[in-house]
């Protein structure tokens, strides 16, 4: 398969991995959704002068972008690494381990440089939550990239 289209692929299979990951923590913790995409997809609509309509309708417009946003984030993290790694074949911690940074980088620094979040200022527990799904993206969009390749 294209190394292209293996990212693509690869990077679907692992933002369904972070999204599993991130869904059990907070049936564990029983925590909430984070509201840092919606608090994203605002900032952008405002600086893009974009109206996403009045009440209800564009909370949940906020909340879907948002959570495409995330699938774009691991679609280009996949894609951007299939692209780097050519015909190399990465060992698995080194491929598990880029992937998960680009991921990482991908949501929090677009996020932290909005003014949305400021990792400088999370918690080990914050820190674990937004370690933990990236590195289960990270494993498994290696897993499926290499599957494909092969």
């Known amino acids: 398969m294209h190394r ?3 990212g693509l692929v ?3 299979v692992g933002t369904s991995a972070l999204n599993v990951a991130t869904y059990l923590d907070m049936v ?6 984070s509201s840092t995409p919606e608090q994203a997809v605002e900032k952008m609509t405002n ?3 974009v109206d996403l309509g009045d009440g209800e309708r564009a909370e949940n417009r906020k909340q879907a972008l948002g959570a495409l946003l995330g699938y774009a984030t691991g679609a280009g993290a996949a894609l951007t690494y299939g692209l780097l790694s050519g015909r190399r ?3 698995w911690p080194v ?3 880029a992937l998960t940074a680009m991921a990482m980088a991908g949501s929090d620094a677009p996020l932290t ?3 949305v979040t400021d990792p400088r200022r999370w918690s080990v527990t914050d820190w674990v939550s937004d370690v933990v ?3 289960a993206y990270g494993i498994t969009a290696y897993a499926a990239y290499e599957l494909l390749r092969s």
């Open 47 to 49: 600086l893009a002068d």
């Open 10 to 12: 690869a990077g679907a």
């Open 89 to 91: 074949r990465p060992s």
């Open 28 to 33: 564990i913790r029983a925590r909430g959704a």
């Open 133 to 135: 799904p990236h590195l």
């Open 4 to 6: 292209l289209a293996a």
């Open 95 to 97: 491929g598990v381990l």
């Open 113 to 115: 440089l909005a003014g």
